[in-house]
Each structure stands twice: as structure tokens, then as C-alpha cells.
């Protein structure tokens, strides 16, 4: 499914994308854009992978694999979809 918009509402991208990541992450895990995916949400690089499959396919993207590696936290994770749908634009 993508969304309607073109340019992407940072707070709505953020609560949309904190969605995903959520199923991911243990109960209860406070999700904002400094949250830490390793540090603080123990997702590994099988989550990470199965989490990119699932914004790729929830906006339409490609995520080059190579940017996976740099994701630190919510926040570059969300800042990176943003990007990538800007490029699509």
C-alpha cells in the first residue's frame, strides 16, 4: 500500500514508520527518533532486514542496501524513507 503524498509529513512519517517498527520492538519500548534500533529495541540485522522489506513495500521504495548499515536510530530510519520517497517524488 503507498500513501497518497508526494512529500512526506515528517510527523506523520514518523508515527506511520514507528508503526512498523514497533512489531518489531519489545513490548512496551518508547519509540521517538532518538531510540536506538540495537541498542534499545534489540533489533538485529534479520529484524532490520525483515523491517526494510516492510517500508519498502508499505511506500513503494527501493532502500539501497548499502544506507542500511548506517541506520543508528528511529529517527535516521524515518529521516532515509523521507529520501527515498523525495526521489521517487
Known amino acids: 500500500m503507498q500513501p497518497a503524498m508526494t512529500t ?9 514508520v ?7 520492538a519489545p513490548p512496551g519500548a518508547k519509540l521517538e527518533r532518538s531510540t536506538e534500533l540495537t541498542a ?8 532490520a532486514m525483515d523491517l526494510v522489506m516492510e517500508i519498502e513495500d508499505r511506500y513503494g521504495i527501493d532502500v539501497p542496501v548499502n ?3 548506517d541506520l543508528v536510530t528511529l ?10 520517497l523525495g526521489a521517487r517524488g
Open 18 to 24: 514507528s508503526e512498523l517498527v514497533a512489531r518489531f
Open 75 to 84: 529517527g535516521d530510519l524515518v529521516d532515509l524513507v523521507a529520501r527515498q
Open 8 to 16: 512526506p509529513d515528517p510527523d506523520r512519517l514518523l508515527a506511520e
Open 40 to 47: 534499545d529495541l534489540s533489533i538485529d540485522s534479520v529484524a
Open 67 to 69: 544506507e542500511i548499515a
